[in-house]
């Protein structure tokens, strides 16, 4: 569906529980809650590996870790971020990554081929937890390198971002391809005709979820309304209206 055809949608349906008008600024911001709603829990699907427990026959409780990060495709991205000394204690330093804010979450790290080193390709770097970072560091046997190179991730997307201590102290920029929010979310634009409101596609900007979230995007947005809608009769209707444009 294009974003006319969800907020239609929502019109359609809030028509039908006299919620009144929804104007174009309160549905963009409905509709942006709601796609940021939809990809925090997915993320949280793929981050734990486990499908919700299924409940209230909504179609949206049956994804599994699979389908949500198939959902979630189009929100990852990649971007180079540059490694800076942090002193941590007098004369000791480390090698600090500071991640973009918008950076929700990490799927992997690489540090980046160096003509001055023997890299010569990227190299995965392994996320280690912080109760074992101390052993690594002390190994002699699993000693970070540049060919075995570790990172301690700390902070918070929502709280300051996400940060990368990496090690060895050597690296100066890694790769991350992570997933966010992008910047612009969808909204329904418009002209004014007539004192009307008419939809505006060149000034439009469309859902990033593939086809198969936007009856979930629907459903969010009238639930904020107050109207319980399940995504069964969504799909019914919109079947009945298929129906009726094809007699």
Not at 45 to 61: D, H
Not at 86 to 103: F, Q
Not at 192 to 204: C, E, F, M, W
């Amino acid at each position: 569906m294009t974003i006319d055809e969800i907020y239609r949608l929502v019109q359609t349906f809030a028509n039908k529980e006299q919620r009144g008008f929804i104007t174009p600024s309160d549905f963009n911001l409905l509709v942006k809650q709601a796609e940021l709603e939809l990809l925090n829990k997915r993320l949280s699907i793929v981050q734990e590996k486990s499908q919700p427990k299924k409940a209230g026959g909504f179609l949206e409780e049956s994804l599994t870790p699979e389908m949500a990060e198939q959902d979630i495709a189009p929100f990852l991205i990649s971007g180079r971020f540059s490694a800076s000394s942090s002193i941590v204690a007098p004369g000791y330093s480390e090698k600090e990554v500071n991640l973009s804010s918008h950076v929700l979450l990490i799927k992997e790290v690489f540090i980046l081929a160096e003509e001055n080193s023997s890299i010569n390709s990227h190299i995965p770097l392994e996320i280690v937890k912080p109760e074992d970072i101390n052993k690594v560091l002390r190994s002699s046997l699993v000693k970070p390198s540049m060919d075995f190179p570790v990172g301690l991730m700390s902070g918070s997307p929502t709280n300051g971002g996400l940060k990368i201590k990496v090690f060895p102290d050597t690296i100066t920029e890694i790769m991350v391809y992570y997933y966010h929010m992008p910047p612009v979310p969808p909204q329904w634009n418009y002209v004014t005709i007539a004192g009307k409101p008419v939809y505006d596609p060149s000034n439009s900007t469309q859902s990033r979820f593939p086809a198969r979230v936007h009856g979930e995007i629907v459903v969010k947005v009238l639930e904020y309304l107050g109207v319980n809608l399940r995504e069964a009769q969504l799909v019914q209707y919109a079947q009945s209206n298929e129906v009726k444009a094809d007699s």
